[in-house]
């Protein structure tokens, strides 16, 4: 297949734990995209409402009033805020993987949901895992969530969320769905000093090396998007008091080729934007010939991958 797709990964601040606000700039975002030729467009993790970047700068019961006002500003799947997103789409005549704190009855998801060009609603994935202290907000992803790969105009397209890069059954689940542009979402993130005694693994440097194995080990297009804190929010989420970050930033958005190549130029990391980069899908032909981990470099013989469909119940009625 030699089609030519555009790519386009967000890189911008969301209205922090305001979801009509945030909703109306992913809107824009959305028709700025489509304006621009943009054929998939990936936003980043829990766009909406913004990442809570509290909940590791301050204890559980600090964060009480701010978890009760995120609650009320997530997004639930079947509302108007979220008809007004698929509209957005469809009149942009774009794919989009969007990704938000999804509300769900008295729960919280960190979900990705996939819009096609016509509005609708192909793919809906929840985290499988969130991360550490992720877990005091939000709950995990069923079966339903490990199929996120879709058939699109522009290709097969899936995505995941922050450290399910790091998952590596997840990754080769993701490639044996023959995946051809991946939607790696990922909050601020800010760096790490070496003598800070803090993990790298959420760091730029970390996430964008987890990304780009990814495109390198599954031989796919990755598109990172990413959010961004701006000076006047700092304070708000006590990243300065905390030693987390002395500095607006967070982004790190970036394009990669199924071969790890850089295929476009970095914005600064406290820039909004909307990185973009036109791609061959049949490229991706030129590192299959290489290696293909669900192909011909592969020994289903000796190695391979148990995966549970089936679906947890809370209720069974017999």
């Known amino acids: 297949m030699s089609q030519t797709v555009r790519l386009g990964a967000v890189q911008a601040e969301p209205v922090?734990?305001?979801?009509?606000?945030?909703?109306?700039?992913?809107?824009?975002?959305?028709?700025?995209?489509?304006?621009k030729g943009i054929n998939v467009l990936g936003f980043p993790e829990v766009w909406i409402p913004g990442y809570p970047w509290n909940i590791w700068t301050q204890s559980v019961s600090q964060n009480k009033a701010m978890v009760h006002k995120y609650m009320a500003n997530s997004l639930s799947i079947?509302?108007?805020e979220m008809e007004a997103i698929q509209n957005a789409v469809k009149e942009a005549g774009i794919f989009v993987i969007l990704g938000y704190s999804e509300r769900d009855g008295g729960s919280l998801y960190i979900a990705q949901s996939s819009i096609s060009p016509e509005g609708i609603i192909v793919s809906h994935r929840r985290k499988i895992k969130p991360?550490?202290?992720?877990?005091?907000i939000w709950g995990e992803g069923q079966a339903s969530s490990?199929?996120?790969?879709?058939?699109?105009?522009?290709?097969?397209?899936?995505?995941?969320c922050c450290f399910e890069h790091y998952q590596p059954l997840l990754r080769y689940y993701q490639y044996s769905q023959?995946?051809?542009?991946?939607?790696?979402?990922?909050?601020?993130?800010?760096?790490?000093?070496?003598?800070?005694?803090r993990s790298r693994h959420g760091s730029p440097e970390m996430s964008l090396l987890a990304s780009r194995f990814m495109a390198l080990e599954g031989?796919?297009?990755?598109?990172?998007?990413?959010?961004?804190?701006?000076?006047?929010?700092?304070?708000?989420?006590?990243?300065?008091?905390?030693?987390?970050?002395?500095?607006?930033g967070g982004g790190f958005s970036m394009i990669y080729g199924p071969d790890g190549k850089e295929l476009v130029e970095a914005l600064a990391p406290d820039l909004e934007g909307i990185l973009q980069a036109d791609v061959v899908l049949s490229d991706i032909d030129y590192s299959k010939t290489l290696l293909d981990p669900v192909g011909q470099y592969s020994r289903p013989d000796l190695l391979?991958?148990?995966?549970?469909?089936?679906?947890?119940?809370?209720v069974i009625e017999q």
């Open 16 to 35: 922090w734990l305001d979801l009509q606000e945030t909703v109306q700039k992913t809107i824009d975002l959305i028709h700025e995209a489509g304006q």
């Open 78 to 80: 079947n509302s108007p």
């Open 131 to 136: 991360t550490h202290i992720e877990r005091t």
């Open 146 to 160: 490990l199929k996120s790969v879709v058939d699109t105009p522009f290709g097969k397209v899936g995505a995941l």
């Open 178 to 197: 023959g995946e051809q542009i991946h939607v790696a979402a990922w909050p601020a993130f800010f760096n790490v000093p070496k003598d800070s005694g």
């Open 219 to 248: 031989q796919m297009f990755v598109i990172i998007s990413t959010q961004v804190v701006k000076e006047e929010h700092l304070d708000e989420m006590h990243l300065l008091e905390s030693g987390m970050t002395d500095k607006a």
């Open 304 to 314: 391979s991958l148990l995966v549970t469909k089936t679906e947890g119940k809370h």
